[in-house]
């Protein structure tokens, strides 16, 4: 019997000379629960370089007129199933996009993240853990090629031995090779996807907070500046330009596969020609819209708004294929499916949306529904539309099917299940004033984010309540301990050492009715969580505040 030797564990490698840059950076490395090392230089790196290496961090001073040959020396001899993963940290504005000089390390080093100071500490650790578990794909995909390697060794011994069956030996190999092929492509496919993923979900969250406070402090702004029309239209295209943020995190928690979704029965047929209006205006006079709903469908198990969303997104993306006008059709059916690859057995209605236009070649269609592809100009597109609805999809246990030859047009397919009971109806939109409650309350604000911290507990204070702010859970704890009067917690839930649903748990064993509110920019809770507690998407604005503590309170 052979005895494997136990492999070394994986370690990060830091090169940061200045200060106590690599201090701080290895320091935050092992709170994501990985070993580091720290190097002196280039040569130092080059050598400590090997198969268990997780990812290189370098800030862009260690290398900025370092001689790189050890490193692209050795990055140019990697075997095909590595592809080491570099976190540059930079000073300048980020990748290559903002920052040119970073097309020069792109050139070097090939899987570059760049991240710029100052950053938040959660950020780093967020991208340490998607590099590692990139890393470990890759690792293991040397596994799965040693395998297949010891097939191939397996078969060409059969084919030597086995001479009267040499043919269908050579055949076998060939189908063998083939399927490596595509095996390798795929796990390929899903490192990226995966990776790009996790952290699209992570900037979507930063983002959130960001837009928080932004949306907040305008509407600030708004009611304490004197009425000014230049005043006001400035104002207005400030929150015009934080919503379309907020609207474009949504797509990136969508395709990340962590938007909070409320799906629920919903007559697809009244949703479609729900938008007829909008679906023409945005398509324009030159394309002719074509509906098919038959009566009499069941309802579909999904979420009306970003069914709403992925609609129209799907008719935008056929208008650009059809600059010179032409025809959308959009048809709605319902469908048997046995077991599928993308799909369970059972029911469901298909949305189909077909277009005139150009159409796309196998391997633009092949790439479609990749994050940030796009065959669009640039600044006509953030190539986040078609992935958005592939995670929507998913998310709803249907899928997105597209089909298209050059000159022929497109037909995009999204899947939907069939719903145990009735269609909702619409809910009517109504518009809620902000002082819905008059008794003035005693709020506990806990969030570690300072500007988020600022910017909502001036908002609760416009509403006429007293608040008390905290900027951990522990503080929280000490203030409900001290006995002091609370009407309502609202607390945020990714924070360092106590998340708020810890908080949460915490403070109803101190104050068992104490209503608590939940407000975060991350979709998806651990499945763990025992408590379901009221929840407020960031971002939001003070109407959404007064209506949730009202709701509450009352």
Known sequence: MTLTAPQRPLCALVLAPRGRDAAVATSLIEQAGMESHACRDVVELAEALGDQTAFVLITEEAIRTADLKPL???????????????????????????????????????????????????????????????????????????DLRQGELRLQQRVEERTAQLQHAHDELLAHVAERARTEEQLRQLQKLESIGQLT???????????????????????????????????????????????????????????????????????????????????????????????????????QNQIELALLNLAVNARDAMPDGGKLEIALRLEHVPAAGDLAAGKYVRLCVSDSGCGMDPQTLSRAIEPFFSTKEVGKGTGLGLSMIHGLALQLKGALRLYSEPGRGTRAELWLPVANGKAHATPAQVETATDVSKRRLTLLLVDDDFLISLSTAA?????????????????????????????????????????????????????PGLPILLATGYADLPARTKLDLPRLSKPYQQRQLAERITSLVG
């Open 201 to 303: 979900g992570g900037v979507a969250h930063d983002f959130n907070n960001l837009l928080t406070a932004v949306l907040g402090n305008l509407e600030l702004l708004r009611k304490r500046l004197p009425s000014n029309p230049a005043i006001d239209r400035l104002i207005d295209g400030a929150t015009q330009g934080a919503q379309r943020g907020a609207a474009l995190t949504q797509r990136l928690l969508a395709f990340a596969r962590r938007q909070a979704l409320q799906p629920k029965p919903t007559d697809l047929a009244e949703l479609v020609r729900g938008m007829d209006d909008l679906l023409r205006r945005s398509l324009g006079p030159s394309i002719a819209i074509e509906f098919d709903l038959p009566a009499g469908l069941p309802p579909a198990l999904a979420d």
């Open 72 to 146: 692209t020396a050795w990055l140019a001899a990697q075997p095909a199933w590595s592809d080491l993963p570099f976190v540059l940290v930079t000073d300048h504005g980020g990748g290559p996009e903002r920052n040119p000089i970073a097309a020069r390390w792109l050139e070097a080093l090939g899987n570059v993240s760049f991240i710029e100071r100052p950053f938040h500490p959660t950020t780093l650790v967020s991208l340490v853990r998607a590099m590692v578990k990139g890393r470990r794909r890759q690792l293991e995909t040397r596994s799965l090629l040693e």
């Open 459 to 511: 908002l609760l204070e416009d509403l006429g309540h007293e608040v008390v702010k905290a900027s951990s859970g522990a503080t929280a704890l000490e203030v409900l301990e001290s006995g002091k009067p609370v009407d309502l917690m609202i607390t945020d839930y990714a924070m360092p050492g106590m998340t708020g649903v810890q908080l949460a748990e915490a403070a109803r064993k101190l104050r």
